[in-house]
């Protein structure tokens, strides 16, 4: 499936602006234009899994996901996770790479952003999280994973669906043996999507487009 808005990578630095994805190229550091007050919605229920289970969340199919995907592990081979709180979603511990499945949030109204921590395999058209419209069952928006397990921040600009009913859907095709799993964590909306839980701003680093499925051998043109 194509993407159908930008996509930005975000980490937790502080800073004044954000700097956003442009068409076309590797975003540059421009003023944010769209106000986080011009909608704000809660979000999903349980965003950040801190229940220790999918309470709010729905199997749709397949293996990957459940409750023994909800976790608590800190660190793996290559550093830390950096889960929010203590529990995450990993969609490698309850069945390991080759299993394949669909993870559904509940509904809620799109606000003017959302943002969400990420992890596992890169894979733009089997392995992401997107924003799935439940009038048409439209995927609006999706991001694929780095290769790393290491959760990092993406900031979606959901303006042109305010309002509207949409769901997150977490979406693992890929059967492989390696880098075959997706990881989510911290669900944030609204003016809150933009900052963390002690008013630090996060800066955005973005790209226009991910790159088409096998196109890259490494996650070179992600900011």
Not at 132 to 160: H, K, P
Not at 169 to 187: C, E, F, M, Q, R
Request: with cysteine.
């Amino acid at each position: 499936m194509k993407l159908r808005t930008s996509i930005s990578i975000s980490y937790l630095l502080p800073a004044l602006s954000l700097s956003l994805a442009l068409p076309g190229g590797l975003g540059k550091p421009i003023s944010r234009t769209t106000k986080c007050t011009l909608a704000q919605y809660p979000g999903p229920s349980n965003p950040s899994f801190e229940t220790g289970d999918l309470t709010g969340w729905q199997v749709l199919s397949g293996t990957a996901f459940g409750n023994g995907s909800v976790t608590a592990l800190t660190s793996y081979w290559g550093g830390t996770f950096n889960q929010k709180g203590k529990y995450f979603v990993d969609g490698f511990v309850a069945s390991g790479d080759p299993a394949i499945g669909q993870l559904r949030s509940e509904s809620f109204r799109a606000s003017s952003y959302l943002s969400f921590l990420i992890g596992g395999g890169y894979d733009p058209d089997n392995l992401y999280v997107g924003l799935v419209r439940d009038s048409d069952s439209a995927l609006l928006v999706n991001q694929t994973g780095m290769n790393d397990e290491a959760l990092i921040r993406i900031v979606w600009d959901t303006s042109a669906w305010a309002g509207q009913n949409v769901h997150l859907l977490v979406y693992d095709n890929n059967s492989g043996t390696s880098w075959a799993h997706i990881n989510i964590d911290d669900v944030r909306t609204g003016c809150n999507a933009l900052q963390d839980d002690n008013g630090l701003t996060f800066t955005v680093f973005g790209q226009a487009n991910q790159p088409a499925a096998a196109s890259s051998p490494s996650c070179t043109l992600y900011a």
